[in-house]
C-alpha cells in the first residue's frame, strides 16, 4: 500500500514538471511574440479595448 501511493504522487510530479515546462515554453514564445511585433507594453495594448468595451 505504501508502495504504491508512492508512485502515485510520483506520477503526479512528472504530470507537474511537464506543465511547468509546457507553461515556461508558452511563456517564451509569447514575450517572443510580442517583442517581435513591438506590443510589449501589455497594459498601453489593452487600455484602449477595455475603454471601448466596458464591462457591465
Known amino acids: 500500500m ?4 508512492t508512485q502515485r504522487r510520483n506520477r ?3 504530470w507537474v514538471a511537464i ?5 515556461i ?3 517564451i514564445i509569447w514575450l517572443t511574440f ?3 511585433t513591438g ?3 501589455v497594459a498601453a495594448f489593452l487600455a484602449p479595448y477595455i475603454i ?3 464591462v457591465i
Open 2 to 5: 505504501v508502495r504504491s501511493k
Open 12 to 14: 503526479i510530479s512528472v
Open 19 to 23: 506543465g511547468a515546462i509546457f507553461l
Open 25 to 27: 515554453i508558452l511563456l
Open 34 to 36: 510580442a517583442d517581435i
Open 39 to 41: 506590443n510589449t507594453d
Open 52 to 54: 471601448n468595451h466596458p
